[in-house]
T-cell receptor
Framework: ETGVTQTPRHLVMGMTNKKSLKCEQH?????MYWYKQSAKKPLELMFV???????ENNSVPSRFSPECPNSSHLFLHLHTLQPEDSALYLC????????????????FGEGSRLTVL | AQSVTQLGSHVSVSEGALVLLRCNYSSSVPPYLFWYVQYPNQGLQLLLK??????LVKGINGFEAEFKKSETSFHLTKPSAHMSDAAEYFC?????????????FGKGITLSVRP
């Protein structure tokens, strides 16, 4: 396994279902991110974890619940979603260095395509 | 607040023709600028970035971009398009050094390459 791996690649769920998206990074990075990509809209940053601590939550509805058990794994738990939540959910990682500097590069997974019926 | 404008949603060029994808930004401090590419059914991949120093930045696959502070632009170019360049391209800006969490993306431009 290399890079950033996301599972499942495709997910169809009803509005009353509970499901989870999983992300695993094999790059030794210490920061992980969830982005939402909807058609014809800019990427929306949802959550950021640095050293397993959540540092960003951009007003994301509580029906999305992130979990970061260690620096290599990131989950997005989904509960009672709405049809407008259908989108591509992208996980990314980066290496945050001391002093807040890094290479400026995010490494993305291939995404999980979510359809809410 | 920072923002990115990518005018238009689709650019079509012939194979071998010049590729020009426009990006304008707004930022209250000197920005870090990025171009990412997304091929079908894949995640985003970094093409190139500008942080400091030389304003003409070269990236992968023959792409380059020039930071023009006076025009607040960071347009992406490639002298000769290849069929494999067909993808979606995203410009992004960050105001804080090392602050990937503050990356703001544009809406993206779809590049089509005609044979």
């Amino acid at each position: 396994e290399t890079g950033v791996t996301q599972t499942p690649r495709h997910l169809v769920m009803g509005m009353t279902n509970k499901k989870s998206l999983k992300c695993e990074q094999h790059l030794g990075h210490n920061a992980m991110y969830w982005y939402k990509q909807s058609a014809k809209k800019p990427l929306e940053l949802m959550f950021v974890y640095n050293f397993k601590e959540q540092t960003e939550n951009n007003s994301v509805p509580s029906r999305f619940s992130p979990e970061c058990p260690n620096s290599s794994h990131l989950f997005l738990h989904l509960h009672t979603l709405q049809p407008e939540d259908s989108a591509l959910y992208l996980c990314a990682s980066s290496q945050e260095l001391a002093g807040g500097t890094n290479t400026g590069e995010l490494f993305f997974g291939e995404g999980s395509r979510l359809t809410v019926l | 607040a920072q923002s990115v404008t990518q005018l238009g949603s689709h650019v079509s060029v012939s194979e071998g023709a010049l590729v020009l994808l426009r990006c304008n930004y707004s930022s209250s401090v000197p920005p870090y600028l990025f171009w990412y590419v997304q091929y079908p059914n894949q995640g985003l991949q970094l093409l190139l970035k500008y942080t400091t120093g030389a304003t003409l930045v070269k990236g992968i696959n023959g792409f380059e971009a020039e930071f023009k502070k006076s025009e607040t632009s960071f347009h992406l170019t490639k002298p000769s398009a290849h069929m494999s360049d067909a993808a979606e391209y995203f410009c992004a800006v960050s105001e804080r050094p090392g602050a990937n969490s503050k990356l703001t993306f544009g809406k993206g431009i779809t590049l089509s390459v005609r044979p």
